[in-house]
């Protein structure tokens, strides 16, 4: 889930921070710098890991700063495509679930990607998986006993499999114009975000499997 990755930047200190050891302040520089940022093709920045090498700090004409070039380590989130993770149903829609560990939200489960058959309750705005059903249609599910369904609700803590992870780079800038024509700028897009699956065995809402898990007495019997 949490990675590795070296990066090198020039840090400035201010001069209110020259008593501070330079170790110190660079690493909070680091942090004010990058942490919860997206580096594109890298993932979501936690903190810094470590200093691997700091050079001499440097002052530069009219701002009164020390410069210093540096490389380290920082941690960075991203999950391995095929990783096991746990996450909290954060909502549903007639499109899928979108799910968050805490500090990253943009993780979603398509509908292509829910267990089958499943449809979407727009009554509970919850998805739900009815197993061993021949149904085929959302109209034919949305007809069944409700004490049959086995809803993924909101709040609720699924596991769940990463399938790929998508970076998207939202340029600035007025709308662009083609052929003299305004173009209408798309909506706003997360800079990370992540699709994931449950739709296979020991994946979804962890109380789904909990009943399927070997007793630990019967274990030690056998």
């Known amino acids: 889930m949490f990675v590795l990755s070296i990066i090198k930047d020039t840090i400035a200190i201010l001069p209110t921070n020259f008593g501070v050891p330079s170790a110190q302040a ?50 960075v989130f991203r999950p391995f495509a095929s990783e096991v993770i746990l996450a909290k149903v954060k909502s549903s829609d007639e499109d899928g679930i979108r799910l968050s560990v805490g500090f990253f939200d943009d993780i979603y489960v398509p509908l292509a990607y829910l267990p089958q058959p499943s449809a979407f309750d727009p009554n509970e705005r919850a998805h739900f998986w009815l197993p ?73 809402p962890v109380p789904w499997w909990k009943s399927a898990q070997p007793d630990g007495d019967a274990m030690e019997e056998a």
């Open 26 to 75: 660079l690493i909070s520089e680091i942090n004010k710098k990058y942490a919860n940022r997206v580096l594109h093709d890298v993932g979501l920045c936690i903190c810094v890991f470590d200093l691997v090498e700091a050079g001499e700090g440097k002052v530069r004409y009219g701002d009164g700063c020390l410069w210093y070039k540096v490389r380290f380590r920082m941690v």
């Open 132 to 204: 061993d059903s021949e149904a085929t249609t959302a109209h034919e599910l949305l007809e069944s006993a409700t004490a049959d369904r086995m809803y993924i609700d909101q709040g609720e803590v699924v596991r769940v499999r990463v399938e790929a992870d998508e970076f998207y780079d939202d340029e600035p800038g007025p709308p662009k114009a083609s052929e003299g024509i305004a173009v209408k700028r798309e909506a706003r897009r997360a800079p990370y975000s992540m699709i994931c699956s449950i739709a296979e065995q020991g994946l979804g």
